[in-house]
């Protein structure tokens, strides 16, 4: 693909200089200071978690992002009140223009990934100010008149900050001061610090039958201890519904030990180098090829569908089509809305196990949903960040390397045999473990738990292989 003419992405050019950006390290950062500049930025990240928004009138009464809060690592009436959710939405965005060509891209070219980069940056901020801006006028924090136009525009430049915050810490993390992506550390956090307090929580909550702890195992000790009959209690403790039990918590258990046996699935095509004689090594093609991306694409694709539907159902929930696209109703103990009709309650996950057996429609169409996106996702993120087959295949031949009993020029042609397969099958199970997760009423949903395992992992990899060099060095 030439360089040369007109394209959608030279728009960009005017703006690169002005786009908060960080500098790729130009030298080797040692092991400790990555360690440190990865927990800086986590802590960066939970103080504005905890940061709560300057002039909001109230932030009371029915979350439109309860369902995403956890996977958007977002925090209500905070700081944090969007999370990773612009940045990741943004990625989406790019990706179906890149995907359908609307957008032309040729990775091999350094401009044309500087240019996507930046158009990904920016398209970022924008859908920030959008959604922040859509969040002040459909009254979230209060009705326009009783904020007032100046703190209404103080908190749309809050949550602009916020966004730019996290997507500097997300470049600082990626561009070799740190460990991984910044995006998903903060999304594992947020997931873990969810199935932690969903676990051990001593906050009581009283539904018509007196007070119970939150927490499924503190509510374990507290049933076994306080009721007559043992046998009933400890069934009520892994049974109780609406609240965190026991079998939610050995649920998620079992989802993460199933996720981290898959994680060691993978394919090592054996390669030589031209350049050192006698040197042999292994290219490894994982099953989860493109990690937990699919899982974060599907994740803002759904929660953006939510926040359309709730915001046109409050307006419009008389029209049929609106109602078509999903219909509302706030939940009776957690005081969310909850979808109980139309496509946005289809694509949500059943409940539970009995979720399941009661309405086996939804469950399918639920599974089909995840099986595809995240196959699709998983498909075509591989083009366009630089791990297809045709990228893989120039990245050896630069480092001399050929696959052993195969000739160079059939390089490319023996990486279509796996790495496709592996992205798109890889991708299909993780939407099948989501889906088993969910059916099981894991605690952090199906979803959740994929990323926080996937990430977790990805870490634990990445700091073995830092300490492995760090000692080879001394």
């Known amino acids: 693909m030439s360089s040369g003419g007109f394209r959608i992405l030279h728009l960009v050019k005017p703006f690169i200089g002005i786009l908060p950006e960080v500098e790729q390290a130009k030298r080797n950062v040692p092991f400790r200071e990555k360690v440190l500049y990865t927990a800086v930025a986590l802590f960066v990240f939970l103080v504005c978690s905890q ?6 009138h109230t932030s009371a009464g029915a979350d439109p992002f309860y369902w995403a809060r956890v996977i958007m690592a977002s925090n209500r009436g905070t700081c944090m009140e969007l999370g990773i959710g612009p940045s990741v939405t943004s990625g989406l965005v790019m990706q179906l223009l890149s995907g359908s060509k609307l957008i032309e891209v040729d990775t091999s070219i350094p401009e044309d990934v500087e240019l996507f980069q930046a158009a990904n940056k920016m398209m970022g901020f924008i859908i920030c100010i959008g959604q922040a801006m859509a969040y002040v006028v459909s009254g979230m924090y209060g009705s326009i008149n009783d904020i007032g136009y100046v703190k209404a525009a103080m908190i749309v430049g809050q949550l602009f900050l916020a966004t730019i915050i996290v997507t500097l810490l997300d470049e600082l993390l990626q561009k070799g001061y740190g460990f991984g992506s910044g995006v998903s550390l903060f999304i594992a956090t947020n997931i873990c610090e969810s199935i932690v307090w969903k676990s051990f929580s001593p906050q009581t909550i009283n539904r018509g039958r007196g007070a119970e702890f939150e927490g499924a195992l503190v509510a374990l000790f507290h049933l076994t201890l306080t009721r007559g009959d043992k046998v009933k209690a400890v ?4 049974y109780r519904g609406n609240l965190p039990n026991c079998l939610n918590l050995l649920a998620t258990i079992v989802v993460f030990m199933i996720v981290i046996y898959f994680q060691g699935f993978r394919v090592d ?11 042999q090594g292994n290219y ?24 359309l539907s709730q915001l046109l159902y409050k307006r419009f929930g008389g029209n049929f089509l609106v109602r078509l696209f999903g219909r509302w109703e706030e939940d009776q103990f957690g005081g969310h809305l909850s979808p109980v009709g139309g496509l946005a309650y289809y694509i949500s996950a059943p409940k539970n196990m009995q979720d399941v057996l009661d309405n086996p429609l939804h469950a399918v169409f639920y599974l089909t949903f995840m099986l595809s996106a995240c196959a699709l996702f998983s498909k075509t ?9 045709r990228d893989v295949a120039k990245q050896l031949k630069a480092q001399r390397l050929f696959i052993q009993g195969h000739r160079e020029t059939s390089l490319k042609k023996e990486l279509d045999r796996y790495i496709p397969t592996a992205a798109a099958f890889g991708g299909l199970c993780i939407g099948a473990l989501t889906g088993f997760a969910d059916f099981l009423g894991a605690i952090g949903s199906g979803t959740g738990i994929l990323l926080a395992v996937t990430t977790i992992y990805e870490y634990f990899e990445k700091y073995e292989k830092e300490r492995a060099q760090n000692m080879s060095i001394y």
């Open 269 to 279: 095509l054996p390669v030589k180098s031209k350049a050192q004689r006698g040197y």
């Open 235 to 238: 069934k009520e403790a892994f």
């Open 51 to 56: 940061l709560p928004l300057y002039g909001i």
């Open 381 to 389: 993120w591989i083009e366009i960040s630089g791990s297809s087959s």
């Open 284 to 307: 490894p093609i994982k099953l989860f090829y493109t990690s937990n991306m699919p899982i974060i694409l599907q994740s803002a694709l759904v929660s953006n569908i939510y926040f």
